[in-house]
Protein backbone atom coordinates (compact mmCIF):
# COMPACT_ATOMS: atom_id res chain seq x y z
CA UNK A 1 0.00 0.00 0.00
CA UNK A 2 3.06 2.32 0.40
CA UNK A 3 3.75 1.74 -2.86
CA UNK A 4 0.09 2.26 -4.05
CA UNK A 5 0.36 5.23 -2.28
CA UNK A 6 3.96 7.01 -3.56
CA UNK A 7 2.81 5.91 -7.40
CA UNK A 8 -0.66 8.16 -6.95
CA UNK A 9 0.96 10.75 -5.00
CA UNK A 10 3.15 11.04 -8.01
CA UNK A 11 0.57 10.69 -10.66
CA UNK A 12 -1.88 13.15 -9.25
CA UNK A 13 0.64 16.46 -9.96
CA UNK A 14 0.67 14.49 -13.60
CA UNK A 15 -3.04 14.48 -13.71
CA UNK A 16 -3.42 17.61 -11.80
CA UNK A 17 -0.89 19.45 -14.15
CA UNK A 18 -3.22 18.10 -17.59
CA UNK A 19 -5.77 20.30 -16.44
CA UNK A 20 -4.62 23.46 -13.78
CA UNK A 21 -3.67 24.69 -16.38
CA UNK A 22 -7.12 25.30 -18.12
CA UNK A 23 -8.26 27.89 -15.37
CA UNK A 24 -5.10 30.04 -15.62
CA UNK A 25 -5.16 30.03 -19.19
CA UNK A 26 -6.98 33.87 -19.47
CA UNK A 27 -4.59 35.16 -17.27
CA UNK A 28 -1.69 33.89 -19.40
CA UNK A 29 -3.47 35.04 -22.44
CA UNK A 30 -3.21 38.42 -21.11
CA UNK A 31 0.01 38.59 -19.52
CA UNK A 32 1.69 37.26 -23.13
CA UNK A 33 -0.75 38.83 -25.25
CA UNK A 34 -2.05 35.27 -27.01
CA UNK A 35 -4.40 34.22 -29.40
CA UNK A 36 -7.03 31.21 -29.28
CA UNK A 37 -4.11 29.15 -30.72
CA UNK A 38 -1.89 29.89 -28.41
CA UNK A 39 -3.85 28.94 -24.91
CA UNK A 40 -4.05 25.38 -27.31
CA UNK A 41 -0.62 25.16 -27.68
CA UNK A 42 -0.06 25.66 -23.96
CA UNK A 43 -2.30 22.75 -23.26
CA UNK A 44 -1.69 20.39 -26.72
CA UNK A 45 2.23 20.63 -26.11
CA UNK A 46 2.03 19.05 -22.88
CA UNK A 47 -0.51 16.24 -23.93
CA UNK A 48 1.68 15.78 -27.36
CA UNK A 49 5.04 15.08 -25.93
CA UNK A 50 3.65 12.82 -23.05
CA UNK A 51 1.74 11.33 -25.64
CA UNK A 52 4.84 10.44 -28.16
CA UNK A 53 6.99 9.40 -25.09
CA UNK A 54 5.42 7.66 -22.93
CA UNK A 55 5.72 3.97 -24.95
CA UNK A 56 9.34 4.74 -25.23
CA UNK A 57 9.19 5.24 -21.46
CA UNK A 58 7.65 2.16 -20.77
CA UNK A 59 10.13 -0.02 -22.69
CA UNK A 60 13.00 1.62 -20.48
CA UNK A 61 11.91 1.32 -17.55
CA UNK A 62 11.63 -2.12 -18.76
CA UNK A 63 14.79 -2.67 -19.34
CA UNK A 64 17.33 -0.13 -16.97
CA UNK A 65 14.73 -0.33 -13.66
CA UNK A 66 11.27 0.97 -13.05
CA UNK A 67 12.61 2.64 -9.82
CA UNK A 68 15.30 4.19 -11.53
CA UNK A 69 12.89 5.85 -14.51
CA UNK A 70 10.22 6.86 -11.88
CA UNK A 71 12.62 8.69 -10.38
CA UNK A 72 14.54 10.22 -12.94
CA UNK A 73 10.63 11.43 -14.39
CA UNK A 74 9.99 13.02 -11.24
CA UNK A 75 13.04 14.67 -11.32
CA UNK A 76 12.76 15.94 -14.69
CA UNK A 77 9.08 17.13 -13.84
CA UNK A 78 9.61 18.84 -11.03
CA UNK A 79 12.52 20.70 -12.52
CA UNK A 80 9.82 21.86 -15.53
CA UNK A 81 7.42 22.97 -13.28
CA UNK A 82 10.18 24.89 -11.87
CA UNK A 83 11.03 26.59 -15.18
CA UNK A 84 7.59 26.97 -15.93
CA UNK A 85 6.90 28.90 -13.08
CA UNK A 86 9.77 31.48 -14.42
CA UNK A 87 8.91 31.51 -18.35
CA UNK A 88 9.50 34.93 -19.77
CA UNK A 89 7.26 34.33 -23.17
CA UNK A 90 4.75 32.32 -24.29
CA UNK A 91 7.12 30.69 -26.89
CA UNK A 92 9.03 29.82 -23.54
CA UNK A 93 5.70 28.75 -21.26
CA UNK A 94 5.27 26.28 -24.37
CA UNK A 95 8.75 24.75 -24.41
CA UNK A 96 9.09 24.65 -20.71
CA UNK A 97 5.62 23.01 -20.40
CA UNK A 98 7.27 20.06 -23.30
CA UNK A 99 10.34 19.94 -20.71
CA UNK A 100 8.05 19.18 -17.58
CA UNK A 101 6.11 16.06 -20.44
CA UNK A 102 9.29 14.65 -21.06
CA UNK A 103 9.39 13.87 -17.29
CA UNK A 104 5.68 13.12 -17.03
CA UNK A 105 6.07 10.27 -19.52
CA UNK A 106 8.39 8.63 -17.48
CA UNK A 107 5.78 8.19 -14.47
CA UNK A 108 1.99 7.04 -15.77
CA UNK A 109 3.49 3.88 -17.52
CA UNK A 110 5.91 3.10 -14.93
CA UNK A 111 3.79 3.46 -11.95
CA UNK A 112 1.38 1.24 -13.72
CA UNK A 113 3.98 -1.57 -14.36
CA UNK A 114 5.41 -1.02 -10.37
CA UNK A 115 2.03 -1.41 -9.09
CA UNK A 116 1.13 -4.56 -11.75
CA UNK A 117 4.04 -6.23 -10.61
CA UNK A 118 3.50 -5.39 -7.18
CA UNK A 119 0.19 -6.45 -6.89
CA UNK A 120 0.15 -10.22 -8.08
CA UNK A 121 -3.49 -11.50 -6.56
CA UNK A 122 -5.74 -10.83 -9.78
CA UNK A 123 -8.97 -9.23 -7.19
CA UNK A 124 -6.19 -7.01 -5.31
CA UNK A 125 -4.52 -5.99 -8.67
CA UNK A 126 -8.08 -4.98 -9.90
CA UNK A 127 -8.87 -2.78 -6.58
CA UNK A 128 -5.00 -0.85 -6.72
CA UNK A 129 -5.55 -0.68 -10.23
CA UNK A 130 -9.17 1.32 -9.80
CA UNK A 131 -7.59 3.32 -7.26
CA UNK A 132 -4.73 4.51 -9.36
CA UNK A 133 -7.73 4.97 -12.18
CA UNK A 134 -9.62 6.80 -9.30
CA UNK A 135 -6.54 9.40 -8.99
CA UNK A 136 -5.50 10.21 -11.95
CA UNK A 137 -9.36 11.26 -12.83
CA UNK A 138 -9.41 12.99 -9.51
CA UNK A 139 -6.69 14.66 -10.10
CA UNK A 140 -7.18 15.80 -13.25
CA UNK A 141 -11.31 16.63 -12.60
CA UNK A 142 -9.29 19.15 -9.30
CA UNK A 143 -7.55 20.83 -11.76
CA UNK A 144 -9.50 24.00 -12.35
CA UNK A 145 -11.04 24.23 -8.73
CA UNK A 146 -6.91 24.01 -7.82
CA UNK A 147 -5.78 26.21 -10.25
CA UNK A 148 -9.14 28.81 -9.53
CA UNK A 149 -7.84 29.45 -6.09
CA UNK A 150 -3.95 29.25 -7.11
CA UNK A 151 -4.39 32.01 -9.78
CA UNK A 152 -7.04 34.40 -8.08
CA UNK A 153 -4.96 34.39 -4.61
CA UNK A 154 -1.02 34.22 -6.10
CA UNK A 155 -0.96 34.71 -10.21
CA UNK A 156 -0.71 31.95 -12.67
CA UNK A 157 2.76 31.06 -11.84
CA UNK A 158 1.67 29.23 -8.75
CA UNK A 159 -0.20 26.36 -10.22
CA UNK A 160 3.53 25.30 -11.17
CA UNK A 161 5.50 25.63 -7.61
CA UNK A 162 2.96 23.56 -5.96
CA UNK A 163 4.20 20.35 -7.97
CA UNK A 164 8.03 20.92 -6.62
CA UNK A 165 7.55 20.19 -2.90
CA UNK A 166 5.36 16.83 -3.84
CA UNK A 167 7.93 16.08 -6.59
CA UNK A 168 11.09 15.86 -4.16
CA UNK A 169 8.84 13.83 -1.62
CA UNK A 170 8.29 11.41 -3.79
CA UNK A 171 11.83 11.23 -4.83
CA UNK A 172 12.77 10.37 -1.53
CA UNK A 173 9.05 7.84 -0.94
CA UNK A 174 10.29 6.39 -4.06
CA UNK A 175 13.75 5.39 -2.62
CA UNK A 176 12.36 4.26 0.56
CA UNK A 177 9.92 2.25 0.04
CA UNK A 178 9.57 1.22 -3.90
CA UNK A 179 11.34 -1.98 -4.85
CA UNK A 180 13.62 -2.26 -7.80
CA UNK A 181 12.33 -4.24 -11.07
CA UNK A 182 12.91 -5.32 -14.67
CA UNK A 183 11.41 -7.39 -17.38
CA UNK A 184 13.05 -10.46 -17.64
CA UNK A 185 13.41 -9.57 -21.47
CA UNK A 186 12.69 -6.18 -22.41
CA UNK A 187 12.24 -4.92 -25.94
CA UNK A 188 15.46 -3.26 -28.07
CA UNK A 189 15.23 0.60 -28.58
CA UNK A 190 13.67 1.48 -31.46
CA UNK A 191 14.17 4.45 -32.89
CA UNK A 192 12.96 4.34 -36.35
CA UNK A 193 9.18 3.81 -34.91
CA UNK A 194 9.64 6.30 -32.01
CA UNK A 195 10.65 8.85 -34.73
CA UNK A 196 7.74 7.60 -37.29
CA UNK A 197 5.53 7.96 -33.26
CA UNK A 198 6.50 11.73 -33.00
CA UNK A 199 5.93 12.99 -36.42
CA UNK A 200 2.88 11.57 -36.91
CA UNK A 201 1.15 13.13 -34.02
CA UNK A 202 3.26 16.20 -34.18
CA UNK A 203 2.25 16.97 -37.83
CA UNK A 204 -1.21 15.80 -37.14
CA UNK A 205 -1.79 18.56 -33.54
CA UNK A 206 -0.13 21.23 -35.42
CA UNK A 207 -2.50 20.51 -38.84
CA UNK A 208 -5.28 21.18 -36.73
CA UNK A 209 -4.50 23.79 -34.34
CA UNK A 210 -3.15 25.88 -37.33
CA UNK A 211 -5.44 25.14 -39.99
CA UNK A 212 -8.52 27.77 -39.25
CA UNK A 213 -5.94 30.41 -38.30
CA UNK A 214 -3.66 29.34 -41.84
CA UNK A 215 -6.28 28.35 -44.03
CA UNK A 216 -6.99 24.82 -44.10
CA UNK A 217 -6.00 24.90 -48.06
CA UNK A 218 -2.95 26.66 -47.35
CA UNK A 219 0.15 24.33 -48.24
CA UNK A 220 1.90 24.09 -45.11
CA UNK A 221 -1.61 22.56 -43.49
CA UNK A 222 -1.64 20.42 -46.53
CA UNK A 223 1.53 19.15 -46.26
CA UNK A 224 1.41 18.46 -42.56
CA UNK A 225 -1.53 15.71 -42.72
CA UNK A 226 0.01 14.61 -45.74
CA UNK A 227 3.14 13.47 -43.46
CA UNK A 228 0.97 12.69 -40.86
CA UNK A 229 -0.58 10.28 -42.97
CA UNK A 230 2.36 8.50 -44.46
CA UNK A 231 4.52 8.81 -41.22
CA UNK A 232 1.20 6.84 -39.45
CA UNK A 233 0.95 4.36 -42.16
CA UNK A 234 4.60 3.52 -42.42
CA UNK A 235 5.11 3.18 -38.21
CA UNK A 236 2.29 0.62 -38.90
CA UNK A 237 3.70 -1.10 -41.53
CA UNK A 238 6.80 -1.07 -40.08
CA UNK A 239 6.25 -2.22 -36.74
CA UNK A 240 4.25 -5.38 -38.39
CA UNK A 241 7.83 -6.35 -39.48
CA UNK A 242 10.01 -5.52 -36.40
CA UNK A 243 10.11 -8.20 -33.99
CA UNK A 244 10.97 -6.71 -31.05
CA UNK A 245 8.49 -3.61 -31.94
CA UNK A 246 8.02 0.20 -29.82
CA UNK A 247 4.39 -1.39 -30.05
CA UNK A 248 3.49 -4.84 -30.30
CA UNK A 249 0.35 -5.23 -32.63
CA UNK A 250 -1.03 -8.51 -30.87
CA UNK A 251 -1.72 -6.68 -28.36
CA UNK A 252 -4.49 -5.50 -30.60
CA UNK A 253 -5.62 -8.46 -31.27
CA UNK A 254 -7.92 -8.69 -28.43
CA UNK A 255 -11.20 -6.36 -28.95
CA UNK A 256 -10.88 -5.53 -25.12
CA UNK A 257 -7.71 -3.83 -25.55
CA UNK A 258 -8.28 -1.96 -28.79
CA UNK A 259 -11.77 -0.64 -27.67
CA UNK A 260 -10.38 0.17 -24.56
CA UNK A 261 -7.55 2.46 -26.65
CA UNK A 262 -10.09 4.02 -28.37
CA UNK A 263 -12.57 4.48 -25.41
CA UNK A 264 -9.52 6.12 -23.92
CA UNK A 265 -9.20 8.84 -26.92
CA UNK A 266 -12.36 9.90 -27.05
CA UNK A 267 -13.25 9.89 -23.02
CA UNK A 268 -9.95 12.31 -22.87
CA UNK A 269 -10.72 14.23 -25.70
CA UNK A 270 -13.97 14.48 -24.37
CA UNK A 271 -12.36 15.74 -21.12
CA UNK A 272 -9.65 18.04 -23.31
CA UNK A 273 -12.55 19.89 -25.35
CA UNK A 274 -14.86 20.14 -22.29
CA UNK A 275 -12.32 21.97 -20.08
CA UNK A 276 -11.27 24.42 -22.69
CA UNK A 277 -15.20 25.20 -24.09
CA UNK A 278 -15.77 25.72 -20.31
CA UNK A 279 -12.82 28.01 -18.95
CA UNK A 280 -13.18 30.35 -22.52
CA UNK A 281 -16.73 30.55 -21.74
CA UNK A 282 -16.70 31.01 -18.16
CA UNK A 283 -14.26 33.45 -17.42
CA UNK A 284 -14.29 35.36 -20.85
CA UNK A 285 -18.45 35.42 -21.63
CA UNK A 286 -19.23 35.48 -18.08
CA UNK A 287 -16.48 37.40 -16.75
CA UNK A 288 -15.71 35.33 -13.83
CA UNK A 289 -12.61 35.44 -11.57
CA UNK A 290 -10.52 31.94 -12.08
CA UNK A 291 -11.51 31.39 -8.46
CA UNK A 292 -15.76 31.81 -9.39
CA UNK A 293 -14.66 29.82 -12.31
CA UNK A 294 -12.86 26.92 -10.88
CA UNK A 295 -15.83 27.27 -8.18
CA UNK A 296 -18.05 26.55 -11.07
CA UNK A 297 -16.21 23.23 -11.73
CA UNK A 298 -16.35 21.60 -8.51
CA UNK A 299 -19.75 19.76 -9.02
CA UNK A 300 -17.65 18.19 -11.93
CA UNK A 301 -14.63 17.39 -9.51
CA UNK A 302 -17.00 16.17 -6.78
CA UNK A 303 -19.14 13.65 -8.95
CA UNK A 304 -15.20 12.43 -10.29
CA UNK A 305 -14.54 11.96 -6.69
CA UNK A 306 -16.97 10.23 -5.98
CA UNK A 307 -17.39 7.87 -8.79
CA UNK A 308 -13.63 7.30 -9.41
CA UNK A 309 -13.44 4.67 -6.60
CA UNK A 310 -17.37 3.45 -7.10
CA UNK A 311 -16.22 2.37 -10.82
CA UNK A 312 -12.89 0.70 -9.74
CA UNK A 313 -15.29 -1.19 -7.07
CA UNK A 314 -17.44 -2.04 -10.01
CA UNK A 315 -14.55 -3.47 -12.02
CA UNK A 316 -13.00 -5.45 -9.73
CA UNK A 317 -16.10 -7.12 -8.84
CA UNK A 318 -18.42 -6.97 -12.12
CA UNK A 319 -16.46 -6.26 -15.01
CA UNK A 320 -16.01 -2.67 -17.18
CA UNK A 321 -19.31 -2.94 -18.97
CA UNK A 322 -21.60 -1.17 -16.79
CA UNK A 323 -19.38 1.58 -16.15
CA UNK A 324 -18.25 2.17 -19.44
CA UNK A 325 -22.23 1.88 -20.65
CA UNK A 326 -22.71 4.83 -17.57
CA UNK A 327 -19.53 6.80 -18.67
CA UNK A 328 -21.19 7.13 -22.27
CA UNK A 329 -24.63 8.19 -21.23
CA UNK A 330 -23.28 10.70 -18.74
CA UNK A 331 -20.95 12.56 -21.53
CA UNK A 332 -23.04 12.07 -24.22
CA UNK A 333 -25.86 13.70 -22.15
CA UNK A 334 -23.96 16.71 -20.76
CA UNK A 335 -22.82 17.16 -24.29
CA UNK A 336 -25.96 18.03 -25.49
CA UNK A 337 -27.21 19.91 -22.93
CA UNK A 338 -24.66 22.28 -23.03
CA UNK A 339 -25.22 22.60 -27.19
CA UNK A 340 -28.02 24.85 -26.16
CA UNK A 341 -25.64 26.53 -24.57
CA UNK A 342 -26.39 31.07 -23.57
CA UNK A 343 -24.32 34.00 -22.27
CA UNK A 344 -27.33 34.02 -19.41
CA UNK A 345 -27.74 30.06 -19.01
CA UNK A 346 -28.73 29.72 -15.46
CA UNK A 347 -26.64 28.24 -12.81
CA UNK A 348 -28.77 25.34 -12.04
CA UNK A 349 -28.50 24.25 -15.79
CA UNK A 350 -24.41 24.70 -15.58
CA UNK A 351 -24.57 22.60 -12.68
CA UNK A 352 -26.14 19.62 -14.00
CA UNK A 353 -24.17 19.28 -16.85
CA UNK A 354 -21.25 19.49 -14.85
CA UNK A 355 -22.39 16.77 -12.38
CA UNK A 356 -23.39 14.43 -15.59
CA UNK A 357 -20.05 14.96 -17.17
CA UNK A 358 -18.13 14.09 -13.46
CA UNK A 359 -20.10 11.19 -13.44
CA UNK A 360 -19.10 9.97 -16.96
CA UNK A 361 -15.52 10.83 -16.46
CA UNK A 362 -15.27 9.59 -13.14
CA UNK A 363 -16.86 6.16 -14.63
CA UNK A 364 -14.34 5.55 -17.83
CA UNK A 365 -10.95 6.06 -16.23
CA UNK A 366 -11.15 2.89 -14.33
CA UNK A 367 -12.27 0.39 -17.34
CA UNK A 368 -9.92 1.94 -19.23
CA UNK A 369 -7.44 0.95 -17.39
CA UNK A 370 -8.51 -2.56 -16.60
CA UNK A 371 -9.85 -3.91 -19.43
CA UNK A 372 -6.89 -2.18 -21.44
CA UNK A 373 -4.23 -4.69 -19.36
CA UNK A 374 -6.05 -7.42 -19.98
CA UNK A 375 -4.45 -10.46 -21.74
CA UNK A 376 -1.11 -8.33 -21.42
CA UNK A 377 1.66 -10.34 -20.42
CA UNK A 378 3.52 -9.03 -16.47
CA UNK A 379 7.06 -8.78 -17.85
CA UNK A 380 6.21 -6.32 -20.81
CA UNK A 381 3.15 -4.56 -18.22
CA UNK A 382 5.38 -1.13 -18.96
CA UNK A 383 4.97 -1.24 -22.39
CA UNK A 384 1.24 -2.27 -22.35
CA UNK A 385 0.24 0.30 -19.52
CA UNK A 386 2.19 2.71 -22.17
CA UNK A 387 -0.39 1.89 -24.98
CA UNK A 388 -2.86 2.75 -22.38
CA UNK A 389 -1.55 6.13 -21.16
CA UNK A 390 -0.75 7.29 -24.98
CA UNK A 391 -4.44 6.58 -25.46
CA UNK A 392 -5.36 9.43 -22.91
CA UNK A 393 -2.71 12.12 -23.96
CA UNK A 394 -3.43 11.47 -27.57
CA UNK A 395 -7.04 11.74 -26.74
CA UNK A 396 -6.28 14.97 -24.68
CA UNK A 397 -4.03 16.64 -27.45
CA UNK A 398 -6.96 15.85 -30.55
CA UNK A 399 -9.65 17.12 -28.15
CA UNK A 400 -7.71 20.60 -27.08
CA UNK A 401 -6.88 20.66 -30.96
CA UNK A 402 -10.00 19.59 -32.60
CA UNK A 403 -12.23 21.49 -30.11
CA UNK A 404 -10.38 24.34 -30.31
CA UNK A 405 -9.99 24.47 -34.16
CA UNK A 406 -13.75 24.24 -34.57
CA UNK A 407 -14.30 27.11 -32.42
CA UNK A 408 -12.26 29.69 -34.05
CA UNK A 409 -13.31 28.49 -37.53
CA UNK A 410 -16.85 29.39 -35.74
CA UNK A 411 -15.67 32.95 -34.20
CA UNK A 412 -17.33 35.91 -36.65
CA UNK A 413 -16.12 38.29 -33.83
CA UNK A 414 -14.69 38.94 -30.29
CA UNK A 415 -14.50 35.54 -28.16
CA UNK A 416 -16.64 37.26 -25.42
CA UNK A 417 -19.77 38.06 -28.06
CA UNK A 418 -19.24 35.56 -31.02
CA UNK A 419 -18.07 32.54 -28.57
CA UNK A 420 -21.72 31.25 -27.77
CA UNK A 421 -22.60 30.30 -31.12
CA UNK A 422 -19.24 29.39 -31.83
CA UNK A 423 -19.02 26.64 -29.25
CA UNK A 424 -22.31 24.93 -30.21
CA UNK A 425 -20.49 22.81 -32.75
CA UNK A 426 -17.67 21.75 -29.99
CA UNK A 427 -20.03 20.57 -28.04
CA UNK A 428 -21.75 18.07 -30.72
CA UNK A 429 -17.98 17.15 -30.84
CA UNK A 430 -17.70 15.98 -27.16
CA UNK A 431 -21.39 14.44 -27.77
CA UNK A 432 -19.83 12.41 -30.38
CA UNK A 433 -17.02 11.20 -27.67
CA UNK A 434 -19.62 10.42 -25.25
CA UNK A 435 -21.34 8.19 -28.49
CA UNK A 436 -18.36 6.40 -29.07
CA UNK A 437 -17.30 5.50 -25.42
CA UNK A 438 -20.95 3.79 -24.89
CA UNK A 439 -20.58 1.91 -28.69
CA UNK A 440 -17.25 0.94 -28.14
CA UNK A 441 -17.58 -0.07 -24.39
CA UNK A 442 -21.15 -2.14 -25.54
CA UNK A 443 -19.30 -4.03 -28.02
CA UNK A 444 -16.05 -4.64 -26.38
CA UNK A 445 -17.12 -5.70 -22.91
CA UNK A 446 -19.37 -9.15 -24.52
CA UNK A 447 -18.81 -12.77 -24.60
CA UNK A 448 -16.82 -12.53 -28.40
CA UNK A 449 -14.63 -9.88 -26.67
CA UNK A 450 -13.46 -11.97 -23.85
CA UNK A 451 -12.59 -14.89 -26.26
CA UNK A 452 -10.44 -12.80 -28.10
CA UNK A 453 -8.46 -11.66 -25.16
CA UNK A 454 -8.70 -15.61 -23.91
CA UNK A 455 -6.98 -16.11 -27.58
CA UNK A 456 -4.25 -13.44 -26.60
CA UNK A 457 -3.32 -14.16 -23.69
CA UNK A 458 -2.88 -17.96 -24.60
CA UNK A 459 -0.51 -16.47 -27.50
CA UNK A 460 1.41 -14.57 -25.14
CA UNK A 461 1.84 -17.70 -22.57
CA UNK A 462 -0.63 -18.37 -19.86
CA UNK A 463 1.20 -17.72 -17.32
CA UNK A 464 2.20 -14.45 -17.84
CA UNK A 465 -1.10 -13.62 -19.25
CA UNK A 466 -2.85 -14.68 -16.39
CA UNK A 467 -0.85 -12.39 -14.23
CA UNK A 468 -2.33 -8.91 -15.90
CA UNK A 469 -5.45 -10.52 -16.57
CA UNK A 470 -7.76 -7.99 -14.43
CA UNK A 471 -11.17 -7.21 -15.35
CA UNK A 472 -12.03 -9.21 -18.62
CA UNK A 473 -14.26 -11.26 -16.07
CA UNK A 474 -16.34 -10.38 -13.04
CA UNK A 475 -13.51 -11.19 -9.74
CA UNK A 476 -14.17 -14.30 -7.92
Not at 249 to 276: E, H, K, M, N, Q
Not at 285 to 310: D, F, N
Not at 385 to 395: C, E, M
Request: charged content about 10%; proline content about 4%; glycine content about 12%.
Amino acid sequence: MLVLATCCMSLFIVGLDVTVVNVALPSIQHEFHAGVSGLQWVIASYSLVIASLLMLAGSTADRVGRRRTFQAGLALFTLGSLLCSLAPSLGALVAFRMVQAVGGSMLNPVAMSIITNTFTERTERARAIGIWGGVVGLSMALGPVVGGLLVSAVGWRSIFWVNIPVGITAIALTAVFVPESKAPRARRFDPVGQLLVMLTLATLVYGIIEGPGRGWTSPLIIACFVVAAVTGTSFAWYEIRRHDALLDVRFFRSVPFAGATVIAVSAFAGLGGFLLLNTIYLQDVRGYSALHAGLYMLPMAAMTAICSPLSGRIVGTRGPRLPLIGAGIAITVSAITLTMLAADTSTLSLVISYLLFGLGFGLVNAPITNTAMSGMPRAQAGVAAAVASTSRQVGSSLGVAVVGSVLVSGLSGPIKTGFVAASHAGWWVLAGCGLAVLTIGLITTGPWARHTADLVAAGFGRGDADATDTAIEPAA
